[in-house]
């Protein structure tokens, strides 16, 4: 089984619908992250969060929130989708450690979300 | 804010070719460099680390420098495979904040 996953792995909606995506994680990692790519872009992030408790702005948060339900899950949430936010959403997972410290981010497969 | 480039966005060798990926950043204060593959349908997958104290780290077939003074990082792929073909990203984290910044990646595609 996949340590990170995501569901729906694609999704379809309408303009002014809200939408939430889910991430899961069984890999034990305290950190969870979600980030949108786009074509010519890279992957930017959205919101990210270092416990259940702790919950950061990323570079693009405008439009989105999240919530941390617990610390194997992280969902997003589009309260009101517009077409500019279609795109590949991952969601990713690290863990925190001490003195020299590596934090290799884990990807899940991604949600493909076509906003029409 | 960092900037992170990828030259070339696609490069295609035939096989058994030796191959050498760049990736630049204007913010040399960084934490550390993470080079990921990309498949098309799936996430990411990381392939190499180096921390800001670390020149390079090798994994296999692969090696990944760190020039921080220059702000640059290669991944050299050494002998080939059709397999090897995806996109690779590299991500660079800063000495503050907790943010990763993406390169938008080199498409590579190895011909039998």
């Known amino acids: 089984d996949a340590d990170v996953t995501q569901t729906p792995r694609n999704r379809i909606t309408k303009t002014g619908k809200r939408i939430m995506l889910e991430c899961s994680q069984t890999?034990?990692?305290?950190?969870m992250y979600w980030y949108r790519q786009d074509p010519g872009l890279g992957l930017r992030l959205i919101y990210y969060?270092?416990?259940?408790?702790?919950?950061n702005k990323g570079e693009i948060s405008d439009g989105y929130s999240v919530s941390r339900q617990a610390q194997a899950k992280f969902s997003l949430s589009l309260e009101s989708a517009i077409p500019n936010q279609t795109a590949l959403y991952f969601c990713a997972t690290s863990k925190s450690g001490g003195t020299g410290f590596q934090e290799t981010q884990y990807f899940g497969p991604g949600t493909r979300l076509l906003v029409l | 804010k960092q900037e992170v480039t990828q030259i070339p966005a696609a490069l295609s060798v035939p096989e058994g070719e030796n191959l050498v990926l760049n990736c630049s950043f204007t913010?040399?204060?960084?934490?550390?460099l993470q080079w990921f593959r990309q498949d098309p349908g799936k996430g990411l997958t990381s392939l190499l680390l180096i921390q800001s104290s670390q020149r390079e780290q090798t994994s296999g077939r692969l090696n990944a420098s760190l020039d921080k003074s220059s702000g640059r990082s290669t991944l050299y792929i050494a002998a080939s495979q059709p397999g090897d073909s995806a996109t690779y990203l590299c991500a660079v984290r800063l000495n503050t904040g907790n943010q990763f910044y993406f390169g938008t990646g080199t498409s590579l595609t190895v011909i039998p």
């Open positions: 969060s270092f416990d259940v408790k702790d919950i």
């Open positions: 913010d040399s204060a960084i934490y550390n």
């Open positions: 890999k034990g990692h305290d950190r």
